[in-house]
């Protein structure tokens, strides 16, 4: 799917209050497919009635490349549109199936914490939440979710405590029934103390600073050039995503960029955690279709070729930038390890 150029329409529709940034109709990635939408908090200044955070949402900060949200809702209550394509906002995680910054819209309010909300901001949420549902022809406000819901691992993210979640999709559902939402603060109205603990800050990867053999891992990295190299920076970045996942993966406990049978066994794991690398999906060398596969941490013909298909499956091996399509060969050669960088950097971010 392209970029969402309707958004204003469907915003007005709701009643917004809108506004944009100049360019946001070309502004993030044309590879987004919106499922649903992901609510976030700046942790700007508190009490502002300025807007903040509004220029780095749009261009992004060093070592994140903006548009970090498709739409910022100020302390006013208006909604500014940022970008109509992909943004940076999401990280890993999952919601009703989905990972990454293709599947999900991205709101950040601008708000410094859980009891920072104004009245207007309380008001227009719900209703923002509803009209993105509604550019994507979604009536089911079960895919509106918050960054801290989302995010893996668990207390990855705090945005946006202080906000119950299941208020806020009762209200956008109420709203996608034509109902008036509630300016009733949405949480209780004592905000909960945080009781998740803030990630421990951790230098992130450049792509000028290679892996260092490290236990401490990065929270994310600069987005990886698309130069098909799996080099050390490439399989750095996949460790990260590796460390972040830990669903049903034992995960590489050294940052080294190596390549190596540890690593290997990793990927594997998180291929059959995604339904792949199970069984052989055709005969080959006199093995019949349909045998098991092993985690055994060695990189072959059938590790390449599910890697594949599951890059496929998510649209990321699917043609050449010249249009030639791709085949499945289990051969790790450019195509394939271009397919996977571009997959790594849509789950890289925020
Ligand atoms: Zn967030």
Same mark, same amino acid.
């Given at each position: 799917m392209p970029r969402i150029t309707t958004l204003v329409r469907h915003l007005e529709a709701r009643g917004l209050k809108v506004e944009y940034v100049p360019g946001w109709s070309t502004r993030g990635s044309s590879s987004f497919n919106p499922k649903g939408v992901m609510d976030h908090w700046t942790a700007g200044s508190k009490g502002s009635t300025t807007r903040p955070s509004?220029?780095?949402?749009?261009?992004?900060?060093?070592?994140?490349?903006?548009?970090?949200?498709?739409?910022?809702?100020d302390r006013r209550g208006v909604a500014v549109i940022v970008a109509a394509g992909r943004a940076n906002h999401a990280g890993y995680g999952s919601w009703k199936g989905y990972t990454g910054n293709t599947y999900f819209f991205g709101i950040e309010a601008e708000a410094a914490g859980p009891s920072d909300w104004t009245d207007e901001?309380?008001?227009?949420?719900?209703?923002?939440?509803?009209?993105?549902?509604?550019?994507?022809?979604q009536d089911d406000a079960s895919f509106v979710c918050g960054h801290s819901e989302y995010a893996l691992p668990r207390g990855r993210k705090i945005d946006i405590n202080g906000y119950s979640m299941d208020n806020m999709r009762a209200q956008t559902q109420a709203v996608l029934r034509g109902q008036k939402p509630s300016t009733k603060p949405s949480g209780s109205s004592k905000p909960k103390p945080e009781s998740k603990p803030?990630?421990?800050?951790?230098?992130?990867?450049?792509?000028?600073?290679?892996? !260092? &053999?490290?236990?401490?891992?990065? =929270?994310?990295?600069?987005?990886?050039?698309?130069?098909?190299?799996? /080099?050390?920076?490439? $399989?750095?970045?996949?460790?990260?995503?590796?460390?972040?996942?830990?669903?049903?993966?034992?995960?590489?406990?050294?940052? !080294? &960029?190596?390549?190596?049978?540890? =690593?290997?066994?990793?990927?594997?794991?998180?291929?059959?955690?995604? /339904?792949?690398?199970? $069984?052989?999906?055709?005969?080959?060398a006199g093995v019949p279709k349909g045998t098991p596969l092993k985690v055994d941490g060695g990189d072959g013909y059938w590790f390449w070729y599910e890697l594949q298909r599951f890059l496929k499956a998510r649209g990321f091996y699917n043609k050449t930038n010249k249009g030639v399509p791709l085949k499945l060969d289990g051969d790790p050669e450019g195509w394939t390890i271009h397919g996977f960088q571009r997959y790594i950097n849509t789950n890289n971010g925020e």
């Open positions: 509004l220029r780095v949402v749009t261009n992004g900060r060093p070592g994140l490349p903006g548009p970090l949200c498709n739409v910022y809702l901001q309380r008001e227009a949420y719900p209703k923002l939440n509803a009209a993105l549902l509604d550019a994507i022809k803030k990630p421990k800050p951790v230098k992130k990867q450049l792509n000028s600073t290679p892996p !260092d &053999g490290s236990t401490v891992f990065p =929270t994310d990295y600069e987005d990886l050039i698309l130069d098909k190299d799996f /080099g050390k920076i490439t $399989v750095g970045a996949f460790q990260i995503l590796m460390e972040a996942v830990k669903i049903g993966v034992r995960y590489n406990e050294r940052w !080294d &960029g190596e390549w190596r049978q540890r =690593t290997i066994k990793d990927a594997m794991e998180w291929l059959q955690a995604n /339904g792949y690398y199970k $069984v052989t999906q055709h005969a080959r």
